[in-house]
């Protein structure tokens, strides 16, 4: 099909890059994917250890605190071989070799002459600044050959204003920085961690490529065809089935791959002529699939790598990213598939048709609640088990789980072996229809298992069991995903008592190769990315930048933080239109996080971190199908054989619903599951589904009939109610009580421990000298006085009539990094205490959410009677 090889073609030139030059250059290409592959698993293990206690030779471990400068250089070397860069797609230029063989030096120097430059910290040799600036411009050139210009717009503007912003009046007025010479420049972003080689490229070093390899793994041994198909079996046969197997689909395969454009090429090959066939536009064919696609990064435990890096800038445990991360992807997908439903609905389409008896609504989610407690079902048995073992042979309990792995698996396989093989049917087929769902799904259960050593490994926690790290935990699931690859199909032969044992095992070997190679090629544009990202953050830290976009998108918006919000996702918007969603998530985060957070403090909201970094991360993503720049939607567009900007414009329109999401949980955090407890957050999710079911049904202008004008008004009023129901609470009552002087001490002392008061402080601005007010919490954990409880986190407060002077915190307090590096203590306008503010006790704001469900009730009554279809 003409229309899959140039939907690959661009996968090739976007992803994994696009050059055929002959039989020499691409096994060197070859065998340097498997060889990256190949150092990642091994810097992974305990190998290193192991080898170098065995030997006494120190480089086998120590390569391990080198590997990101190996990381780096295996990432240039395949950029410059893989991609060209001025169309010589047929052969490897000299320039190019050239160029590959600097890159890996400058990235190997550092690895070879270390213990030298570790003797010089700060006083960098000429061949150390000569070696830095060749890899800094090869890196860029391998930055432009695999991701285009945007990035290398953006990092060189962050360069010119480390080498030129000390000329600027303005610039060192603001972050008093007074430039940098070409040294200094380049030893700060090449020769140490602050740059280049920092926490981004760490991260893509220890845990990404795991991650990405282990999806690469997985769709090569064949999970994602049996995602597919499992998909198509279940939800094929409703109206609209195959779009709605799109969506599943996309996201079961979305959540481990770290490319929204190969997930679209992926499921997007079968399943958007399945839609284009039962009725649907070659548009909106296209669209469905590049949001389910897009989506995918939304969804733990992945997100398009993204998850890894909150846990370093946000300093949080990985499990609380995902704790936090997981609600409102699920929110998002389950109303994809019901804007998918209306879409149906509207244009009166069936599904699929399939032999045996077809499957329901209601029995699939009898079948998602039975798969769930199924597995909560498992995952209690073995650890009743491994518990019951543990005073026999205590810390070696893994053994006996690793036996019941083995015997689990041996048993799916073997189950497996009653049934066809799973192949990949062709889509523009005379006849289609919807497989049958036992088969499916048995014949093919087996590739779960590597996703469930996944999850356990990265959720369950026990009196004898603690969670791995995100970094071993996709070690063990990739040597787990690496065994089925190479197993799996020879122990079918063998229990099906066929002859082509070896045959099998060759394939499966084949498989296994194919997947290190592709997972390589995957992580080729994400490595340099990180790399690149490291100069902004590099810049950033040697300059101060964060303050001078700061001070500029804070005077565009005049501190309203609404306006902020949306000037930052609009900046997410055009900064994701040209980079992948891991680097904009780094430049976005890194220099409007602080931003929100301080402006929203100033106007008495206090923004979690982590709600401030998924804002910018879902307006990342969302620029993957934004015209006119989304490569996700030329990628479906080339399937479908539809206009790309339109497939964009309607892939986006099918992402409002997930573009609003952001905006709820800046301002209503229960949606991120934050101090909120398990019967609260289901009823949480429940209130949250009904809202943004809601708000995607005015999107589509259909729910159960056409929706007229003013019946959209009162829903978008509902969508409000159930989103933010505090907003008329706040308007009904007063949410807290504020005290002043000497009687904010007192009641300090008086609350109960464990009660957050909100402190008023007012102060001079450090840089402007302008009068600024920011608010904090304070959270007294024992009784004292009111002096006391202060005390105990950091602030030091005077009594001065009625006012509350507050000296400036020690390094290393609660609140110096909030207040001592804003505000100027010593200035003439005097740092206070304005007021402190206790929480009142009030009705609770979920009553508001009784008039909203009478509202949508009405409106549920008023249309049934003009409904002219069935609901499903």
């Known amino acids: 099909m003409s229309e899959t090889r140039t939907a690959e073609d661009m996968v090739a030139e976007a992803d994994t890059g696009a050059r055929q030059a002959g039989p020499f250059a691409n096994t060197l290409i070859f065998t340097l994917c498997i060889a990256w592959s190949l150092f990642q698993l091994y810097i992974a293990s305990k190998l290193p250890g192991v080898l170098a206690q065995a030997t006494g030779i120190g480089i086998f471990a120590n390569i391990v605190a080198q590997a990101r400068f190996v990381h780096l250089a295996f990432a240039i070397a395949l950029a410059t071989l893989a991609f060209p860069i001025f169309g010589h797609r047929n052969r490897i230029p ?18 070879i002459f270390r213990f030298e430059i570790a003797d010089r910290p700060g006083l960098w040799s000429t061949s150390d600044i000569v070696m830095s600036a060749i890899g800094m411009a090869v890196l860029m050139i391998a930055v432009f050959r695999s991701l285009g210009l945007p990035l290398v717009i953006i990092a060189s503007a962050f360069l010119a204003l480390a080498f030129f912003g000390g000329y600027s009046q303005w610039i060192g007025s603001i972050t008093n920085y007074g430039g940098s010479s070409f040294s200094k420049a380049m030893g700060h972003y090449w020769m140490q961690t602050e740059g280049v080689f920092g926490v981004a490229l760490g991260v893509s070093t220890s845990m990404i490529f795991l991650f990405v390899l282990f999806g690469a793994l997985l769709e090569k041994a064949g999970g994602g065809n049996w995602f597919i198909k499992v998909a198509i079996s279940l939800l094929g046969t409703l109206r609209g089935g195959p779009a709605k197997a799109a969506v599943l689909s996309s996201m079961m395969t979305g959540m481990i791959s770290g490319s929204s454009i190969a997930n679209t090429v992926t499921t997007g090959t079968f399943t958007i002529p399945l839609m284009k066939r039962i009725g649907f536009s070659s548009e909106k064919a296209g669209a469905v699939e590049v949001a389910s696609s897009t989506n995918g990064q939304l969804t733990p435990p992945v997100m398009g790598a993204a998850a890894f890096l909150m846990v370093e800038y946000v300093n949080i445990p990985y499990i609380e990213v995902i704790k936090h991360a997981f609600l409102p992807a699920v929110i998002s997908y389950i109303a994809l598939l019901y804007i998918v439903h209306l879409e149906s609905l509207k244009l009166r389409l069936e599904g699929l048709t399939k032999p045996g008896r077809r499957i329901g609504i209601m029995m699939i989610l009898i079948l998602f609640l039975t798969g769930f407690l199924a597995m909560a079902a498992i995952t209690f048995f073995v650890v009743a088990f491994r518990a019951m073992l543990e005073p026999v042979m205590p810390g070696n309990t893994v053994y006996a789980g690793l036996v019941l792995l083995l015997i689990a698996y041996l048993a799916l396989v073997y189950m497996a072996s ?25 014949g093919g259960a087996y ?64 498989d296994f190769v194919a997947g290190l190679e592709s997972g390589a090629r995957n992580m080729i544009g994400i490595g340099v990315a990180t790399g690149a990202a490291g100069i902004i953050v590099g810049t950033i830290s040697l300059t101060g930048a964060h303050q001078i976009i700061g001070q500029v998108i804070e005077t565009v918006s005049g501190g309203n933080l609404i306006i902020l919000l949306v000037l930052v996702a609009v900046l997410s918007l055009i900064l994701g239109m040209g980079l992948p969603t891991t680097a904009n998530y780094i430049v976005v985060s890194s220099l409007m996080a602080p931003v929100i957070v301080s402006v929203g403090a100033q106007s008495g909201l206090i923004v979690p971190l982590i709600a401030v970094h998924l804002f910018v991360f879902y307006f990342g993503i969302l620029a993957d199908d934004t015209p006119p720049v989304g490569l996700a939607a030329y990628a479906a567009a080339a399937i479908s054989r539809g206009d790309p900007i339109m497939t964009g414009v309607q892939g986006f329109a099918y992402d409002i619903r997930t573009a609003l999401l952001p905006f709820m949980f800046i301002f209503n955090t229960d949606l991120l599951l934050i101090d909120v407890g398990p019967l609260k957050a289901v009823f949480v999710f429940v209130i949250s589904l009904i809202a943004m079911l809601t708000f995607a049904a005015v999107t589509q202008g259909y729910f159960i009939a056409k929706i007229r004008k003013w019946e959209g008004l009162v829903m978008i009023l509902v969508v409000f109610m159930l989103f933010r129901p505090d907003f008329f609470l706040d308007q009904w009552e007063d949410r807290y009580t504020d005290f002043t002087g000497p009687a904010a001490i007192t009641a300090i002392e008086n609350v109960p421990v464990g009660t957050d008061v909100r402190l008023v402080v007012s102060a001079p601005d450090f840089d402007t000298g302008i009068v600024g007010t920011t608010t904090i919490v304070v959270t007294p954990d024992a009784e004292a006085s009111g002096m006391d409880r202060l005390g105990a986190v950091g602030l030091s407060v005077m009594e001065d009539g009625d006012m509350l002077l507050l000296d400036e915190p020690f390094p290393g307090t609660p609140f110096f990094e909030i207040l001592g590096n804003e505000y100027d203590f010593y200035g003439d306008a005097p740092a206070q205490i304005v007021m402190a503010q206790v929480e009142n006790d009030r009705m609770p704001k979920e009553v508001f959410f009784i008039p909203a469900l009478l509202l949508l009730l009405m409106i549920v009554g008023l249309q049934s009677r003009r409904m002219t279809q069935a609901p499903f």
């Open 447 to 510: 590739f779960a298992l590597p996703i469930f050593v996944l999850v356990w490994n990265l959720m369950v926690r026990t009196e004898y069991l603690d969670r791995l790290s995100p970094a071993l935990s996709a070690f063990w699931a990739t040597i787990t995903m690496i065994i089925v690859a190479l197993t799996h199909r020879p122990l079918k032969a063998m229990f099906r008592g066929e002859s082509e044992f070896v045959n099998q095992a060759k394939a499966g070997f084949v």
């Open 94 to 111: 000299v320039y190019d070799w050239v160029l590959m063989i600097a890159g890996v030096s400058a990235c190997l120097y550092l690895v």
């Open 418 to 442: 009653k049934f066809p093989d799973l192949v990949v049917d062709d889509p523009n087929a005379k006849t289609v229809s919807a497989p049958r769902l036992t088969p499916t799904f048995l």
